[in-house]
């Protein structure tokens, strides 16, 4: 019998009832806030506004045109299966258990979208039973709010792994993006933290959306329902749970890049929810410094053509907590700076610290008109306070010192600190450097 046609006997049906819709909407938005809810570019499915609202289930996650939107971010159960070190829904943790039914979630969300109050869904869910039985329940709610109830928004999709691949392909017939967390940077730390998981299980959900969608990407503008999860395959990592240095996380997330055809790779700073010998000692800061340079190099790996050994090398294994990874491999490399702005080729531009993939376009077309002065590269979109020590006009090297390293970070590190006030960047950083890391322009 096919998975449309196998009747679904739920083992979690005593807890559908005793709880109102509301009650069931506080658990399960609060059990969800621990997933990274990405970006929703590339759906061409009509969105309509959103308003701000601070209600149970509600975020606001940003688009890829830089647009922020609301979504219903919630959890189809928290009733799960699994004991995992780290995991707020963790089977020995003792705390209220809810889970939704197909029907309320799907007229849930409908109430939500119709009063404005949200442009799209993301939705996830603890394991209850068996990987399949699960997933068949979140595409039964996908299936009413596309085919009952003609929903047209936004859909983010979280796949359980282990489900069968035609679970998966039906997903990508109804999601706008689909993810699956990999959890864990590497085996072992898998293996520590969520040993009842399997490492292949979770890879072969990667290679199982490849097999299926490879081609099958409609143009945008198409038909809705000719479309295959046109914004792509996603992922998550946990960073900071276990030892996994930056070099371990990176070369995870390059082999997936380039193995699966994955979209993005989201990192998380570990939050500690529960008490437990395998993880770190709770009452630390999370690492979201760390968060935010892996962040900046997954930029680099992705849109600027760095190769992972030019970011980061076995003797090296963690990225510099003080610059981005992009001013920390010219410093590096002084060998070849200062470039000629108006010489330089793209891929040399794309190299400079402070020049981004807007600003080399604006300057290769500014180029063509005239001959370009260190004065007019503000305007242009450079980052003038990390390019001038890596650039000049022909005429004029803006940044006064010597090409040294050591001269060159003191000098960049006082210019940090100038911007943000002296505010520690342990916690909060930069506003140029938290704008890099959302739109990429390094």
């Not at 190769?307 to 090398?313: K, M, N, R, S, W």
């Not at 001959?371 to 007019?376: F, M, S, T």
Request: charged share 25%.
């Amino acid at each position: 019998m096919s998975h449309q046609q196998r009747p679904f006997h739920s083992p979690v049906t005593a807890i559908h009832t005793g709880l109102s819709l509301d009650a069931k909407l506080r658990i399960l938005s609060g059990a969800a806030k621990y997933d990274a809810a990405c970006t929703t570019g590339g759906t061409p499915r009509r969105s309509r506004g959103s308003d701000v609202l601070h209600s149970s289930g509600v975020c606001h996650s940003w688009s890829a045109d830089g647009r922020c939107i609301a979504l219903l971010k919630v959890l189809y159960s928290n009733h799960c299966r699994y004991d995992c070190a780290y995991c707020l829904n963790r089977r020995s943790n003792n705390h209220q258990r809810a889970s939704f039914t197909p029907h309320e979630l799907a007229q849930l969300t409908m109430d939500f979208y119709r009063r404005n109050y949200i442009a799209g869904l993301f939705l996830s869910s603890a394991v209850f039973s068996s990987p399949d039985d699960t997933m068949e329940r979140l595409l039964e709610t996908l299936r009413l709010l596309r085919r009952k109830h003609a929903f047209r928004g936004y859909i983010h999709l979280k796949i359980i792994p282990g489900c069968s691949a035609g679970l998966l392909g039906a997903a990508a017939g109804l999601a706008d993006r689909m993810s699956a967390n990999i959890e864990l940077p590497t085996r072992r730390g898998l293996e520590l933290l969520a040993p009842e998981k399997k490492e292949h299980e979770i890879l072969q959900v990667f290679d199982n959306f490849k097999r299926q969608c490879s081609g099958r990407h409609q143009p945008l503008g198409g038909q809705p329902n000719n479309l295959i999860n046109p914004a792509g395959m996603s992922t998550q990592m946990m960073i900071g749970a276990t030892p996994d240095n930056d070099l371990d996380i990176l070369r995870r997330a390059d082999l997936l890049y380039r193995r699966s055809g994955l979209q993005r790779v989201y990192y998380s700073a570990y939050i500690p929810v529960n008490r437990d010998g395998r993880l770190p000692a709770p009452g630390g800061p999370p690492p979201l410094l760390r968060e935010h340079r892996l962040y900046q190099a997954d930029w680099l790996l992705r849109l600027y053509r760095f190769d992972l050994t030019e970011i980061l090398e076995p003797h090296q294994p963690h990225l510099d907590s003080e610059l981005d990874p992009k001013a920390a491999w010219a410093l590096r490399h002084l060998e070849l700076f200062p470039l000629d702005v108006n010489r330089a080729d793209q891929a040399e531009l794309l190299r400079v610290p402070g020049i981004g993939m807007r600003s080399t376009k604006r300057i290769l077309g500014a180029r063509r008109q005239t001959r370009l002065r260190i004065d007019n590269l503000s305007r242009l979109g450079v980052v003038m306070k990390r390019a001038r020590y890596f650039l000049h006009d022909g005429r004029c090297f803006p940044g006064g010192l010597p090409q040294r390293e050591d001269s060159i970070r003191r000098a960049m590190l006082s210019d940090r600190q100038r911007q943000a006030g002296q505010q520690s960047f342990d916690f909060i950083p930069a506003a140029a450097d938290a704008l890099s890391a959302r739109d990429g322009e390094l």
